[in-house]
């Protein structure tokens, strides 16, 4: 029985002993109070059992990687051996490459003085930080982090040699993003099968009519849910921020960038004045009720907002966190784009934070759907969090950690509670322990509390269970990046992310792997390219005539059963919250072993 691994050796195209240890250690960059780097050691013969030991200059204070193993650890000297979940054994030809992490006391960044593999010395008098004169600010509890920014990574596209191809999920991940566009579709348009819909969508302020269309159909139907759409982007942004690496080397930095902006478009029509925000399209009941393709629509579609009469903290906070979280991302690319959003997150935090109120209590319809059962402290948190991060103004920080003090420990990470994403944040915005407790908190009782599939999925709820275990998998490799039990977080990340893939004997990924899923719960895609779809086109036993591509269903029951039926919509509908948090894991895990 081979044992599980994430990644595997990559191979070399220039075997052969190399001299300067630039050539076999590179830095990547500042980050977490630490400095970040890369082996790519070449393997000249076949090798059962190896060590590689490094050397450094001066004391560091801590070592990490998440690749192999460590033998040994001293204040100038790190061994290290083996690949974690794999053995000792390398093939001539392969270079072993796996990340780490170093950190360290005082402004003096050390330098790797030498490498020995097996003993043998591989380079010595070249540091792998030679051209980097100051070292990053270091952490403490004294005051606020701003990550370090790093050069952006090469447009070139890295393949990640893993169990299962990280590219193509993420590639089909957002293909499914384009299936469920609503409102006139751009001339780069991929899943051609989709046309123009809900283009009149509109709502009415002051007696004005207002443009709505746009934005996302949550789900196989086509209502647009405001309160989950924005949940979906900001995981989107956030994912796409911290991963730009993984992203950029799958070569969908672009699209990913796309997919936020599709729905940060909307929110930005949607906040027609600083005080109203529309929150929902279209009435449930009167969606519901018909079946068919979104381009022959003819239901009354009503818009639903909030404004100071009818408050909404929830939906007001979690669309200025995606706006915030997309002023981000566009900065560098797109500085006008990046600052209209952070100017409407600054408005709409102002509003959710002044006028307090359940968006599901303003919003009738939508308390059927998706209800804020937990209240609004965790969107308040949530926003003020992620506008410190856009902004480095203290004040956000100051509101957020007030924010935070009404939060309860929370179960899973989802589109209502967001306070698993608000721990993880603020410790590495703050490095405050008490955050990281709290993070390590949510990933221990998860990983040992929390029921399992026989097959090892952790099972939150009969409905779209998949949704939630990506999404407690992405806190948990967000949890790693802090240095947080990095190997066993990550493990237990790849795991469930991988039982998605195929490990559990299918994939659950439309049109990835084996055996994916063929009669997903959803509209569009069940109807055939021409002729009449309605009710008649539910019932019909066959595949949908459309490939999904890339949405990820529901799941399997506690017993690992799965139903590949159209009708079941615990198991086999898709919604785009479903995929934001798998996304996400997807590209840590893909940054990891780029």
Known sequence: MVPFMCFVVLASAV???LADCDSVVSNTGGWNGGWQGKFDVPVTNNVNGWTLKVNFDSPISEFEQWSVNTVSSGSRSVTLGGIQYWNDNLVAGSTLSFDFLYRFSGNQIPKITSVEFNGQNLCGGSNAGSQVTEAPEPTTEAGPVV?????????????????YDYDEALEKSLLFYEAQRSGPLPEDQRVTWRKDSGVNDHGFHNGKKVDLSGGYYDAGDFVKFGFPMAGTATI?????????????????????????????????????????LFGQVGNGKLDHDSWGRPEDMTMARPAYKIDTNNPGSDLAGETAAALAAASILFDGSDPEY??????????????ANKYRGKYSDAITDAAIYYKSWG????????????????????????????HYK?????????????TAGVQVLLAKLTNKNKYKTATKAFCDDVINNK????????????????????????????????????????SFACKQIHYMLGDAGRSFLIGFGKNYPQRPHHRSSSCPTTGTCDWNSYKVNGPNPQLLVGALVGGPDAHDNYNDDRDDYLANEVTTDYNAGFQSAVAALRQTCS
């Open 375 to 402: 209240g609004y402290n965790d969107e308040l948190a949530w926003a003020a969090a992620w506008l410190y991060r856009a902004t480095n103004e203290t004040k956000y920080l100051t509101q957020a950690e007030s």
């Open 406 to 418: 009404k939060l309860v420990t929370p179960n899973e990470f989802s589109w209502d509670d967001k």
């Open 15 to 17: 075997p052969g002993t």
């Open 236 to 276: 989107l942004a956030w994912g796409a921020i911290d991963y730009k690496g993984a992203y950029t080397n799958a070569g969908e930095l672009d699209n990913v960038k796309s997919s936020v902006k599709f729905a940060t478009d909307w929110f930005l029509k949607a906040h027609v004045a600083p005080n109203v």
């Open 451 to 490: 029921q399992r599939t026989p097959k090892g999925l952790v099972f939150f709820a009969k409905w779209g269970p998949l949704r939630y275990s990506a999404n407690a998998a992405y806190i948990c490799l967000q949890a790693a990046d802090l240095g947080l039990k990095p190997s066993a977080y990550r």
């Open 147 to 163: 990550p370090a920014v790093t050069a952006d990574p090469s447009p070139a596209v890295s393949k990640c040699n893993a169990k």
């Open 338 to 351: 990046s600052a209209e959003c952070l100017k409407s997150a600054k408005e709409l935090y102002k509003f």
